[in-house]
Antibody, heavy 116, light 109 residues
Framework: EVQVMESGGDLVKPGGSLRLSCAASGFTFKSAWMTWVRQAPGKGLEWVGLIKNGGTTDLAAPVKDRFSISRDDSKNTVYLQMNSLKTEDTAVYYC??????????WGKGTTVTVSS | EIVLTQSPGTLSLSPGERATLSCRASQSITSTYLAWYQQKPGQAPRLLIYSASSRAAGIPDRFSGSGSGTDFTLTISRLEPEDFAVYYCQRYGSSPSLTFGGGTKVEIK
């Protein structure tokens, strides 16, 4: 079965750091482009960033200087490292397989709460 | 930066009615790069339509997509109870790589 599963969400204080993980299975991970999308409470979907096969990344402007994405193809896992967290980063974070130009497989999401 | 504007924000319809959702881009985009998703409360989004008009695997044929250039449409021919949800359009491109519209909520009238 093709699936991705996020983990690592937590309650963190403003200014803190957190690393999310996304484990993939059922498809050729090393060839896949993976993306992170978030959704603040009661709001719409917001693209966070992507990582291509080979490791090139692209991040959205609001997180570009604070977040980074990496991958470990030996573990079929992609990571989202979040530093200098702000209250506005509070959201459900989804990992998805970016198949060509659209997200075909999504995880169930992991919740990040940034609060003092 | 290309912005996707979805309208209406909320669509109030009854089961069996036709739903027409709009996604307008601030600049012309390639149809290949336009997708639609459905999201129900507490669930992850689900891909409905890709390349503007191709249904994803397992999507009923009451869902259809159309459009080109700056104007794209998602049509649900006859609403079923399970179709009441929020719908998002999404564009792949550059600067930024991915963009979502603000969403249209289809609610029961």
């Amino acid at each position: 079965e093709v699936q991705v599963m996020e983990s690592g969400g937590d309650l963190v204080k403003p200014g803190g750091s957190l690393r999310l993980s996304c484990a993939a299975s059922g498809f050729t991970f090393k060839s896949a482009w993976m993306t992170w999308v978030r959704q603040a409470p009661g709001k719409g979907l917001e693209w966070v960033g992507l990582i291509k096969n080979g490791g090139t990344t692209d991040l959205a402007a609001p997180v570009k200087d604070r977040f980074s994405i990496s991958r470990d193809d030996s573990k079929n896992t992609v990571y989202l490292q979040m530093n200098s967290l702000k209250t506005e980063d509070t959201a459900v974070y989804y990992c998805a397989w970016l198949f060509y130009y659209y997200m075909d497989v999504w995880g169930k999401g992991t919740t990040v709460t940034v609060s003092s | 930066e290309i912005v996707l504007t979805q309208s209406p924000g909320t669509l109030s319809l009854s089961p069996g009615e036709r739903a027409t959702l709009s996604c307008r881009a601030s600049q012309s985009i390639t149809s290949t790069y336009l997708a639609w998703y459905q999201q129900k409360p507490g669930q992850a989004p689900r891909l409905l339509i890709y390349s503007a008009s191709s249904r994803a695997a397992g999507i009923p044929d009451r869902f259809s997509g159309s459009g080109s250039g700056t104007d794209f449409t998602l049509t649900i021919s006859r609403l079923e109870p399970e179709d009441f949800a929020v719908y998002y359009c999404q564009r792949y491109g550059s600067s930024p790589s991915l963009t979502f519209g603000g969403g249209t909520k289809v609610e029961i009238k």
